[in-house]
């Protein structure tokens, strides 16, 4: 198995596989209170068999170039994920997501993983626009997409219930010209 190094610390991008199910549903357990907060997906792993769907349905994703899902660890244990939710490589989108768990953030492991997931998806599969979508009460997930050097395209009111709340979507994206461009000038 392949492991891209994150940081000098033990921060690593992983590919995650249905036989990973026990440790991702230990990760999610780990973090379940601050996850929910945002997403619903600590609501849907709740026990090894949904874990192991779930990671089934980004095999499947994977084997149908629909989506991708990756493990960040921290020396070895698994304390979150990147995923691309949603791809089409014909008309040439993504969208990407994240977790982390609370005892693995401030580090920048989910900036330098997201990164790479850009990275791939741009340069690998050609995609021309990776979008990046978070609740507009969710600092740090919007940090993210201003670190990657994302445009704010908007908010979408009240698109999001969560929890019996509605919450309003910024949605960020970059186009694989300024990817590109950025990545160029960070190397100069």
Request: with cysteine; charged share 30%.
């Amino acid at each position: 198995m392949y492991a891209i190094p994150l940081d000098d610390n033990g921060g690593e991008l992983v590919p995650l596989e249905p036989w990973h199910a026990e440790e991702f549903l230990a990760s999610i357990d780990r973090g379940r209170d601050v996850i929910g907060r945002f997403i619903p997906l600590p609501g849907k792993i709740t026990d090894l068999e949904s874990a192991r769907a779930y990671l089934r349905s980004y095999m499947d994703k994977t084997a149908t170039d629909t989506g991708r899902l990756y493990g960040i660890r921290v020396h070895g244990k698994l304390v979150g994920s990147v995923m691309i939710r949603l791809m089409d490589v014909e008309q040439g989108t993504a969208e990407i997501g994240c977790w982390l768990e609370p005892t693995a953030t401030g580090r920048g492991l989910v900036t330098r993983a997201v990164r790479h997931v850009i990275d791939w998806a741009v340069e690998e599969r050609g995609l021309h626009r990776v979008e990046w979508r978070a609740s507009t009460a969710n600092e740090p997930s919007i940090a993210v997409a201003r670190r990657l050097g994302m445009t704010k395209e908007g908010v979408l009111r009240e698109l999001f219930l969560h929890e019996g709340e509605r919450h309003d979507i910024e949605v960020w994206s970059v186009l694989a010209p300024e990817w590109r461009a950025a990545k160029a000038a960070a190397s100069a």
